[in-house]
């Protein structure tokens, strides 16, 4: 084997790990600026803006079982480690807050629960976790649901739902109407 074949050998390996590395990142740095259309949050009817009645109350940031307003909030969602004010901004209550103070709104939510669950937001951008419909590869428009299309935020745990009876025979005399 000559010297220069052997030089040959080391570098294009390098070389295929430097392009690779740079084609990782930049990868990355699409995904960070991109846009995920959705359709509109599932808000319960009339709720929102927030700011409707927010905006004239003062804020309380007291932990404490709310008995005035929204009762039916239960939270099962790593709660004593937190409180309401750690998701939504107290002052601006019609945006969510994300850990570095940055406001994004609820059109936006999966960037809130890709702070803690990394792994599941990469899957759900990768169209692996949660849905996507739309164009598979290229350019062409997808849609996304967003997380809290399926999950709670206050209680994410995915609801376990009701298996069907299995079918009766066809001659079975239920099956006939
Ligand atoms: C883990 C973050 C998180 C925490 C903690 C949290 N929320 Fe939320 N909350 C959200 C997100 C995200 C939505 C948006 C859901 C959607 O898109 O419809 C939401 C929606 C809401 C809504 C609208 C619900 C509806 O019926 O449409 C209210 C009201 C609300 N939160 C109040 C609270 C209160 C009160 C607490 C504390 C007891 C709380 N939230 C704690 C993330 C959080
Ligand atoms: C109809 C009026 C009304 C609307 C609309 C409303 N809230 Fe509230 N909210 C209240 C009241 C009243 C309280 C205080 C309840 C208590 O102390 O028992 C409250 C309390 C809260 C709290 C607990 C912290 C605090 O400031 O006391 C959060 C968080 C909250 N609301 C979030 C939201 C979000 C997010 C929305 C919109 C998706 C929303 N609210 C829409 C009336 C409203
Ligand atoms: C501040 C960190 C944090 C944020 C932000 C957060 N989560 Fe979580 N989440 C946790 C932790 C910790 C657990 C495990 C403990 C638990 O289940 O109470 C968890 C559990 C879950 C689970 C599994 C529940 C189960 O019992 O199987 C789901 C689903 C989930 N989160 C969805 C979400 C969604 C959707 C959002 C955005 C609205 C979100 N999370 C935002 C920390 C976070
Ligand atoms: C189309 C509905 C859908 C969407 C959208 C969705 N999920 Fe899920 N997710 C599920 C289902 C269904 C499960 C339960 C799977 C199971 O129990 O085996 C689940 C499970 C989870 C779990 C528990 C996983 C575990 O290993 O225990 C977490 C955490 C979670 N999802 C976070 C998220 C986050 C974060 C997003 C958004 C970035 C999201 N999901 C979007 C349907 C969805």
Same mark, same amino acid.
């Given at each position: 084997?000559?010297?220069?074949?052997?030089?040959?050998?080391?570098?294009?390996?390098?070389?295929?790990?430097?392009?690779?590395?740079?084609?990782?990142?930049?990868?990355?740095?699409?995904?960070?600026?991109?846009?995920?259309?959705?359709?509109?949050?599932? &808000? =319960? @009817?009339?709720?929102?803006? $927030?700011?409707? +009645? %927010?905006?004239?109350?003062?804020?309380?940031?007291?932990?404490?079982?709310?008995?005035?307003?929204?009762?039916?909030?239960?939270?099962?969602?790593?709660?004593?480690?937190?409180?309401?004010?750690?998701?939504?901004?107290?002052?601006?209550?019609?945006?969510?807050?994300?850990?570095?103070?940055?406001?994004?709104? &609820? =059109? @936006?939510?999966?960037?809130? $629960?890709?702070? +803690? %669950?990394?792994?599941?937001?990469?899957?759900?951008?990768?169209?692996?976790?949660?849905?996507?419909?739309?164009?598979?590869?290229?350019?062409?428009?997808?849609?996304?649901?967003?997380?809290?299309?399926?999950?709670?935020?206050?209680?994410?745990?995915?609801?376990?739902?009701?298996?069907?009876?299995?079918?009766?025979?066809?001659?079975?005399?239920?099956?006939?109407?």
């Amino acid at each position: 084997m000559t010297l220069k074949s052997l030089r040959m050998r080391t570098i294009i390996p390098a070389l295929a790990i430097i392009l690779l590395t740079i084609s990782a990142f930049s990868s990355l740095a699409v995904g960070a600026g991109q846009e995920f259309p959705v359709p509109p949050p599932p &808000f =319960t @009817e009339g709720i929102f803006p $927030c700011s409707n +009645c %927010h905006a004239s109350m003062e804020v309380n940031r007291k932990k404490r079982e709310l008995k005035d307003e929204h009762t039916k909030i239960r939270m099962h969602h790593a709660e004593t480690m937190r409180w309401c004010l750690d998701c939504h901004d107290a002052k601006n209550r019609d945006k969510l807050r994300l850990y570095n103070g940055e406001l994004v709104s &609820f =059109t @936006e939510s999966h960037r809130l $629960c890709g702070e +803690c %669950h990394g792994n599941l937001y990469r899957d759900w951008r990768a169209g692996i976790h949660g849905k996507r419909t739309g164009y598979f590869m290229g350019t062409g428009k997808r849609t996304y649901l967003l997380c809290a299309h399926c999950h709670d935020p206050h209680e994410p745990k995915f609801k376990l739902i009701a298996p069907e009876p299995p079918p009766f025979r066809p001659t079975d005399k239920r099956n006939v109407k």
